[in-house]
């Protein structure tokens, strides 16, 4: 059965780093796209990053850019994010998802509509003093 776990989340001062992993198990995730979402209490779901199959291309949201990393390890089956100056507003359950592409369509693309294919249950993350 193809699952993904996210792990890494907790509680985090201001100004601090956090790194989730996304562990894929059932299936490889070098065919796939992968993306890590958030959804803040009573906010919609927003597309965080994305990562190419390979690894070469990235996205980014702005709220994000410059702060969080996005990076894959296919050998490993496992994605990750780096979360780097963390503030309030990133207060969200983060979830990771990978969708394999059936035709073309920009990361952007896909990171905004959200990911089809497999989804994790979350992990929580909360930036708090």
């Known amino acids: 059965q193809a699952q993904l776990v996210e792990s890494g989340g907790g509680l985090v001062q201001p100004g601090g780093s956090l790194r989730l992993s996304c562990a894929a198990s059932?299936?490889?995730?070098?065919?796939?796209?992968i993306g890590w979402f958030r959804q803040a209490p009573g906010k919609e779901r927003e597309g965080v990053s994305c990562?190419?199959?390979?690894?070469?291309?990235?996205y980014y949201a702005d709220s994000v850019k410059g702060r969080f990393t996005i990076s894959r390890d296919n050998a490993k089956n496992t994605a990750y994010l780096q979360m780097n100056s963390l503030n309030p507003a990133d207060t969200a359950v983060y979830y990771c998802?990978?969708?394999?592409?059936?035709?073309?369509?920009?990361?952007?693309?896909?990171?905004?509509?959200?990911?089809?294919?497999?989804w994790g249950p979350g992990t929580l993350v909360t930036v708090s003093s």
């Open positions: 990562i190419s199959e390979s690894g070469a291309s990235e």
């Open positions: 998802a990978a969708e394999r592409r059936r035709s073309f369509s920009t990361l952007q693309t896909m990171c905004t509509r959200g990911l089809k294919d497999s």
């Open positions: 059932g299936f490889t995730l070098d065919s796939y796209v």
